[in-house]
């Protein structure tokens, strides 16, 4: 099995699990598209490429770019959407990837007020009039952009702060993002689902150089023992 048919299988995966445990109330699965030099792009079906649309945009309207875009592969029932595509090499090698998480600009979180979310209409008293600011958390993987301590080959993006790239130690499968993304905003419900999170562990080779895992605080990448 090819690296590219391996994560969009676990995306897959995740999405049809995360669907049936009425986490996630909307989906999008996988779609594979082989590309020239050998590389296939994995993505949500038939999403528009909005890279143009997202920059130097209030977050609202980035939202909904993405959302009307259809450029994600799960929304969650308080309206927050998971996006991910990534591009393999046929060496088995991911190349690149950004995975994206991005919380609705006018619902609360079903962390903040699970009670509303365990009704039929997840939507009817959830908007968020206290203003509080959503925070989009994004992982990327472009090593051909890598510039020591300035551009990690691999990092993590808080916000919308153009320079805001906290390295990372290494590219990240599916299912990995989607564990940091609930462990760390739907405490709540991984808690219901148990072990039952088809979540694994993969070697993944460390992109980050020793000196800026020396001298800069940055995201750990589990390893297989």
């Avoid at 594979?32 to 130097?56: F, Q, W």
């Avoid at 962390?111 to 009817?124: A, K, L, N, R, S």
């Avoid at 993987?141 to 020591?148: H, I, K, L, M």
């Avoid at 805001?164 to 993002?177: E, H, N, S």
Wanted: charged share 25%.
């Amino acid at each position: 099995m090819s690296l590219a048919t391996d994560i969009h299988g676990e995306i897959r995966l995740l999405t049809q699990h995360l669907t049936q445990a009425s986490i996630c109330q909307e989906n999008r699965f996988p779609e594979m598209s082989t590309r020239s030099g050998g590389i296939t792009e994995v993505y949500p079906e038939k999403s528009l490429d909005l890279s143009g649309a997202l920059k130097n945009v209030p977050y609202r309207e980035a939202y909904e770019n993405v959302r009307e875009g259809k450029a994600y592969n799960m929304m969650f029932l308080d309206g927050a959407l998971v996006h991910f595509r990534y591009c393999i090499h046929s060496k088995k090698q991911i190349v690149k990837h950004s995975l994206s998480f991005w919380p609705s600009p006018r619902l609360l979180s079903s962390d903040q007020t699970p009670w509303i979310y365990e009704d039929d209409e997840p939507f009817g008293d959830a908007v968020d009039e206290r203003g509080v600011l959503p925070v989009p958390v994004r992982f990327d993987y472009a090593p051909e952009q890598f510039e020591e301590f300035n551009h990690p080959r691999c990092h993590a993006t808080l916000g919308q702060y153009p320079n805001c790239r906290i390295a990372v130690a290494g590219p990240i499968r599916p299912g990995l993002f989607l564990n940091f993304v609930l462990h760390n905003f739907y405490r709540r419900e991984i808690h219901n689902l148990g072990g039952n999170f088809p979540f694994k562990l993969y070697e993944s080779d460390w992109s980050i150089t020793a000196d800026e895992a020396k001298r800069f605080l940055h995201f750990m990448v589990p390893k297989l023992k």
